[in-house]
């Protein structure tokens, strides 16, 4: 039952149509916290404390997404090319939702690899971020700026990316 309702969490909204609203920044949204905060290990094993970025004025977009989200895919070389133009001012942080029996970490590794995708991916196992950010489907990217609030949350990529990274000076 966990395993269907997992699936129908991720296969639902997100790989569907992508309504204007959904595109929309959000100028300062709540950050909705989820439990126990934003620490996590990558599958590198290199701890990240997005609570501390956001705490100096940083950026941060997360990036939901799925090995066989056809989206995902799609949109996984413009990701790469924003990460590139606005990183450090904008951390990228791709969030692989569901248990290890779901996800294949190998198949994962080499979509990354293929891809040239040089953020971090970070295995949400527990769904703690996926539930904390109230994401229905891949893929979802969720902006976070100084301080936590939700800047951007949508189906695909803002179009304006510098609108979220943090200026020099």
């Known amino acids: 039952m966990k395993r269907l309702i997992f699936l129908l969490l ?4 997100g790989c569907g149509g992508n309504t204007p609203e959904e595109r929309s920044v959000r100028n300062s949204s709540p950050a909705l916290k989820p439990r126990g905060g934003l620490k996590f290990r ?7 404390d997005i ?3 956001l705490g ?3 950026s941060v977009a997360l990036i939901f997404w799925q090995t066989w989200c056809k989206p995902c895919l799609r949109e996984m070389p413009e990701l790469v090319k924003a990460d590139l133009q606005y990183s450090p001012r904008l951390s990228f942080y791709g969030i692989i939702s569901g248990p290890d029996k779901d996800v294949d970490e190998a198949k994962v590794k ?10 971090p991916q970070v295995r949400d196992r527990d769904l703690r971020l996926s539930r904390g950010f109230e994401v229905g489907g891949t893929p979802t990217i969720v902006i976070l ?8 949350r949508g189906h695909r990529p803002p179009d304006n990316w510098n609108a979220f990274a943090k200026q020099d000076g």
Not at 10 to 13: A, G, K, S, V
């Open 145 to 152: 700026g100084p301080g936590g609030s939700i800047l951007y």
């Open 10 to 13: 991720i296969l639902c909204p």
């Open 56 to 58: 100096q004025g940083q």
């Open 110 to 119: 080499k979509i990354v690899a293929r891809l040239g995708v040089g953020y």
């Open 42 to 48: 990558d599958m590198a094993g290199k701890s990240h």
């Open 51 to 53: 609570d501390s970025l």
